[in-house]
């Protein structure tokens, strides 16, 4: 079993839509992180997360520690959302270092 | 500011050879951390210096090295290249060792092994 699970692995949505995208861990963690990257491989850091919830423009990004559990929201998807979504852990004491996820591709049709 | 630069930004290498990459931190970023990425394995986590001195280490071969220079910049080198070494290598840098300040990456270097 991956420390990091991703889902769902593929999502495609209509222009608009909601999209929730889950990420699941079994270690304990320091900090968790989602990431952004467009096809050609560059990565955007857009949230990173130790509790609670954060927003940044249309992503809220959330944290349940005693769950291991968070979730990255997109309201009012746009098709430049589309991009591969990946969540990161960083390990707690003794193990920092970044586990990935096997991210979700989101594809946003217009 | 700057970003993180990372050189060369495409590489051809024969099975055998070995490879040296650059990445440059964003100013004033005293950790860098590199990472592989495959189709099949996703990003791994290769090592993390800070200070020149390397804090974390992943599970590769001892054919992966790096290192960091006084000036924070890091190299990482490759040696006897094997064809599942085609990967997109990425760096990453941010202000502390514990990531607590956020990590910027940079685009990668895209290294083919033939």
């Known amino acids: 079993k991956n420390e990091v699970e991703q889902s769902p692995q593929n999502l495609t949505a209509q222009e608009g839509e909601f999209i929730t995208i889950n990420c699941s861990y079994s270690v304990g963690i320091s900090a968790l992180h989602w990431l952004q990257q467009h096809p050609g491989g560059g990565i955007v850091s857009l949230f990173m997360l130790s509790s609670g919830k954060k927003k940044h423009g249309r992503l809220i990004a959330t944290i349940n520690i005693q769950e291991k559990h968070s979730s990255l929201h997109i309201t009012a998807s746009h098709p430049r959302d589309s991009a591969v979504y990946i969540c990161a852990v960083l390990g707690d004491f003794g193990n920092e270092k970044l586990t990935f996820g096997t991210g979700t591709r989101l594809t946003i049709i217009p | 500011k700057a970003g993180v630069t990372q050189t060369p930004r495409y590489l051809i290498k024969t099975r055998g050879q070995q490879v040296t990459l650059s990445c440059s931190p964003i100013s004033g970023h005293r950790s860098v951390s590199w990472y592989q990425q495959t189709p099949g394995q996703g990003l791994q986590f290769l090592f993390e210096?800070?200070?020149?001195?390397?804090?974390n280490k992943g599970n590769f071969p001892g054919r992966f090295s790096g290192r960091q220079f006084s000036n924070s910049r890091s190299e990482m080198n490759v040696s006897t290249l094997e064809l599942g070494d085609s990967a997109l290598y990425l760096c990453?840098?941010?202000?502390?060792?514990?990531?607590?300040?956020?990590?910027?990456f940079g685009s990668g270097t895209r290294l083919t092994v033939v």
């Open positions: 210096y800070f200070s020149e001195t390397q804090r």
């Open positions: 990453a840098s941010s202000l502390a060792e514990n990531d607590l300040y956020g990590y910027t």
